[in-house]
T-cell receptor
Framework: AQSVTQLGSHVSVSEGALVLLRCNYS??????LFWYVQYPNQGLQLLLK??????LVKGINGFEAEFKKSETSFHLTKPSAHMSDAAEYFC????????????FGTGTLLAVQP | NAGVTQTPKFQVLKTGQSMTLQCAQD?????MSWYRQDPGMGLRLIHY???????DQGEVPNGYNVSRSTTEDFPLRLLSAAPSQTSVYFC???????????????FGEGSRLTVL
């Protein structure tokens, strides 16, 4: 069965610092991986996706993620944090099979300090 | 373009009461789903539907019913609310086209439910 694990439920960085949010996956088939962002009191929106084309994937708002099969990882990074990046971030993987459900990790809350 | 619309945004219930959370989408998406979000547990799938007249259970279906009589609407019913159902509920939809698109969900803004 497919699953994702997010290490660190809370991450705090200073404005301008590197953002690194960790996600490891488990999948019995080649995985399709996604990062979603949730701003306070809003629904989730897609940040970026890995679909086996390029291992380094760029998303919105300057975020990117690198798929590393040898490490079963799909970590999210941003070179320089902005106050507006404060949000909760979710890693997700599709289940495969006929119904292709989306399975989420437990989320990482990013705080950005001035 | 409204996207995915959920109502109500907030609701307080007493144990044992019933209610329906409404979800409507105007994007002609075949697939619709309900998730609940709880602190430290991420989003867990309750029920989903791949088209009108077809529904199936997700990870945590107990205590919830769904139906899909039209492509646009996918209501979630709580028949006898329990405090354990206090949560934020999200409806999400997508086109039903392959595994890549399976990950590209469009979410509503959520419905916050408190059961006393």
């Amino acid at each position: 069965a497919q699953s994702v694990t997010q290490l660190g439920s809370h991450v705090s960085v200073s404005e301008g610092a590197l953002v690194l949010l960790r996600c490891n996956y488990s999948s019995s088939v080649p995985p399709y991986l996604f990062w979603y962002v949730q701003y306070p009191n809003q629904g989730l929106q897609l940040l970026l996706k890995y679909t086996s084309a390029a291992t380094l994937v760029k998303g919105i708002n300057g975020f990117e993620a690198e798929f590393k099969k040898s490490e079963t990882s799909f970590h999210l990074t941003k070179p320089s944090a902005h106050m507006s990046d404060a949000a909760e971030y979710f890693c997700a993987v599709t289940s495969g099979g006929a119904t292709n459900k989306l399975i989420f990790g437990t989320g990482t809350l990013l705080a950005v300090q001035p | 373009n409204a996207g995915v619309t959920q109502t109500p945004k907030f609701q307080v219930l007493k144990t044992g009461q019933s209610m329906t959370l409404q979800c409507a989408q105007d994007m002609n998406h075949e697939y619709m789903s309900w998730y609940r979000q709880d602190p430290g547990m991420g989003l867990r799938l309750i029920h989903y539907s791949v088209g009108a007249g077809i529904t199936d259970q997700g990870e945590v279906p107990n205590g919830y019913n769904v139906s899909r009589s039209t492509t646009e609407d996918f209501p979630l019913r709580l028949l006898s609310a329990a405090p354990s159902q206090t949560s934020v509920y999200f409806c999400a939809s997508r086109p039903n086209r392959g595994r890549v698109k399976a990950g590209e969900l469009f979410f509503g803004e959520g419905s916050r439910l408190t059961v006393l």
